[in-house]
């Protein structure tokens, strides 16, 4: 295999007010074959994703940049301004960690695929690019049907799909994938990176994979690239460095990830849920969409085709139990979550939550109901006022609720930025969301739902976004703050053996329907579904080292 893809010495450093230069990333050097796939990992913060931009140009002028990046031997740094734009998609694509900001929310997914393809081949008709497009948006399993929907009008995990769809159209030598798989669901992310992987083997396509995924690296990378603080710590045949890991930092990320996917005791008693009442009892939800289509759609079409988000859902959640909700993107988990806390009315069926019918209680009801039940969402940077200070974000719920006056609540948030490891508490509660690290920004959003002492917290995906270490802090302080605030989770993940290490009880939702419900161990021993099946043989593994 010949190089395809080579960073000589690179350093990247963003404009500061400091008169010393802080490089993000600092002297890394690595080479890329044909057909080789590299994994890049590292905690957020650490220069991965700098890197990946570094490499194809995509940094502001004003950022420092020493060193080369050489593709197929043609210096990177010296492309002309037509070389660059062949280069970006033709040779190399970029696949982005968070797709919504990067697709254009008034263009369908159709015009995206047209406008990329005749963009780099303009000799291609309409009808030619559209079969281009299917057959590619058909690889990463998006139906034909939805081609003239909107991004808003799909998941996470299907704009995701998007994506990558997108990045596949030109045939590129080369896939830089910035987090491709943090939003998408076991099975979707096995084929995915499968197809990725056969690309590679069939067409001598390099793959650089920038993921914390620890385990999803293992299974997919031929060789590691170990990041930490901006340097290049560990460099290696993926298999080497996971027997023996040479690096401190490496073997802390791996002990991190071993600790989630540790097999729990076999020997803790289930709940005897069956004599406690529910705190929370759903009873046949429905939430349907309908497709409108266009005019002359609406007048052909005999009736309006739905789509069946949340389609006859009936679960019950205990006290204190940590309720597992998993399933692949756009099987309508999100969908339901909003759905039980009423930001979004349902199309039939009933929530009800401590004794009280939700679904149709008014306004004044639901908001002195909505203190009693918070909600963490995935991205905490996107939930987070950025014009806000932590204090003032924090302190906002208790302001709401009328549940404290501006000094009272001041005292409270500094009590909570201390309680979520926050320390010193004062350090924090001035700063602004975007001087924070993802993990510390996870942290501000559990103190924020919490302050308002609900019983029942609802997390979706509240640390898919997060490196294996401070993924495992935010676990573990999730596990103190259920017995510290006695309180029930209802834990929404894509993660399945997240959901083994956290979770009492597991329900597994596929297309709508919960397809499968149980304890946990029941769920992962013995498996009664063919989905639940298919979910568990999907899901990638760290092999345990002696």
């Not at 500061?16 to 890329?32: G, K, N, R």
């Not at 990176?193 to 001598?204: A, V």
């Not at 993926?238 to 027997?243: A, G, K, L, P, W």
């Not at 139990?321 to 993107?329: A, K, P, Q, R």
Request: proline share 6%.
């Amino acid at each position: 295999m010949t190089d395809l893809f080579r960073v000589e010495n690179l350093r990247v450093a963003y404009p500061h007010t400091s008169p010393s230069v802080e490089w993000a990333v600092d002297d890394v050097s690595f080479t890329l074959k044909a057909g080789e796939r590299m994994g890049l990992v590292g905690e957020s913060g650490c220069g991965k994703s700098t890197l990946g931009r570094a490499a194809m140009r995509l940094l502001p002028p004003t950022t420092q940049i020493e060193g080369k990046v050489w593709f197929q031997g043609q210096s990177v740094f010296e492309l002309n301004p037509t070389e660059l734009r062949k280069f970006r998609g033709e040779a190399v694509a970029l696949v982005f960690q968070d797709p919504m900001t990067r697709l254009d929310p008034l263009m369908t997914i159709g015009d995206h695929c047209i406008e990329t393809l005749r963009a780099h081949q303009p000799e291609l008709s309409k009808q030619q690019a559209k079969e281009i497009a299917l057959s590619t948006l058909e690889a990463v399993k998006i139906p034909a049907a939805r081609w003239s929907q909107y991004p808003h009008e799909f998941s996470g995990g299907m704009r995701q799909r998007v994506a990558i769809a997108l990045a596949l159209l030109l045939n590129p030598k080369l896939i830089v994938a910035d987090e491709p798989t943090t939003s998408l669901d076991v099975t979707v992310a096995a084929q995915i990176l499968q197809e990725l992987t056969r690309l590679c083997r069939e067409r001598e396509m390099g793959l650089l994979v920038i993921s914390h995924d620890l385990a999803m690296i293992g299974e997919y990378c031929d060789k590691i690239g170990v990041m930490y603080n901006g340097r290049l710590v560990e460099l290696g045949e993926t298999e080497e460095i996971f027997r023996q890991p040479q690096h401190e930092y490496t073997r802390s990320l791996l002990k991190a990830a071993l600790h989630i996917q540790a097999t729990p005791d076999a020997d803790t008693p289930p709940q005897l849920l069956e004599k406690i009442e529910p705190l929370l009892r759903v009873t046949e939800l429905k939430q349907h969409y309908t497709l409108e289509g266009s005019l002359i759609q609406q007048l052909f079409r005999k009736e309006t085709p739905a789509i069946k988000a949340v389609d006859g859902v009936t679960l019950e959640l205990y006290p204190g139990e940590i309720f597992g909700l998993v399933g692949e993107s756009g099987c309508g988990k999100s969908t339901l979550s909003r759905t039980l806390l009423q930001l979004i009315r349902p199309t039939s069926g009933t929530v009800e939550f401590l004794g009280q019918n939700l679904t149709h209680a008014n306004r004044k009801t639901l908001r002195e109901f909505r203190r009693q039940m918070q909600m963490v969402f995935q991205d905490p940077h996107a939930c987070l006022n950025p014009l806000m200070t932590i204090g003032e974000s924090i302190a906002d719920p208790l302001l709401i609720h009328k549940l404290a006056n501006p000094k009272e609540a001041k005292v409270q948030v500094l009590q909570m930025l201390e309680r979520v490891g926050l320390s010193p508490a004062t350090g924090y509660y001035e700063r602004y969301p975007g001087e924070l690290s993802g993990g510390q920004q996870q942290r501000v959003a559990i103190a924020r739902a919490l302050i308002t002492r609900p019983k029942l917290l609802i997390c979706d995906e509240p640390v898919s976004m997060l490196d294996a270490s401070v993924q495992a802090q935010v676990l573990d302080l999730m596990l103190e703050l259920k017995r510290d605030f006695d309180l029930t989770y209802l834990f929404i993940t894509h993660d399945l053996w997240l959901a083994r290490f956290l979770c009492d009880r597991i329900a597994v939702m596929n297309a709508g329907k919960i397809v499968e419900i149980g304890i946990t161990q029941d769920i992962f021993n013995q498996p009664q579904h063919p989905y639940t099946q298919t979910l568990l043989s999907s899901a990638p593994l760290l092999a345990r080292t002696p």
